[in-house]
């Protein structure tokens, strides 16, 4: 092979590489819809952290919880199966699933719910909240996903309470990635 095959080769090997699709499809957030220009993946961790440290956060505060519910459904069905986190203890995950759940318990989302239409309503609800539109927040939320129906639903995301399991793994997520010990989460000590 001469040098400059090579470096064709490797010039395209990105691009095959990026176009391989995942043997299951995974939840996924769009670049910038957590409004930063973060991956997604740190800005699903660094929002849901943020948001879950402390019950004042959650209080009147619909647009975000509804994103960092979204970021925990994201996160519970992504960070597992990615290779870029295989450092991440599996205990982490273990507790984002819990958190998942917890936070479906509280808002009545259907414990089948594929987790793409749970993470595209929630913030589609968030965006919709956001430039006043209350019809479009109801419309994003579809009763065979938000069983409690989409007043209930957005009547919980505006009154959220402190969600336990949340504030551990999204915390304790936060400190794996950043390094740190992760002992900030509420009942951690």
Do not use: K
């Not at 960070?79 to 509280?106: C, K, V, Y």
């Amino acid at each position: 092979m001469t040098p400059r095959s090579l470096v064709l080769l490797a010039c395209l090997l990105p691009a095959a590489c990026a176009t391989v699709p995942r043997a299951t499809q995974a939840a996924y957030i769009p670049p910038n819809e957590l409004g930063t220009n973060q991956d997604s993946d740190l800005a699903a961790v660094n929002l849901s952290s943020y948001v879950f440290a402390e019950a004042s956060r959650l209080q009147g505060n619909p647009v975000g919880t509804a994103r960092a519910t979204a970021s925990v459904e994201y996160l519970a069905d992504t960070l597992p199966t990615d290779p870029r986190w295989n450092e991440i203890s599996p205990e982490i995950f273990r507790q984002m699933s819990q958190a998942r759940g917890e936070l479906r318990h509280t808002l009545g989302i259907a414990p089948n719910a594929p987790p793409q239409l749970v993470v595209n309503g929630l913030l589609g609800a968030a965006d919709a909240i956001l430039t006043g539109n209350r019809e479009a927040a109801s419309q994003a939320l579809p009763s065979s996903v938000f069983t409690l129906g989409p007043q209930e639903t957005l009547n919980r995301l505006a009154a959220m309470p402190f969600q336990t399991a949340a504030n551990i793994a999204t915390i304790r997520m936060s400190a794996a990635l950043n390094g740190t010990s992760g002992r900030d989460c509420y009942p951690c000590g």
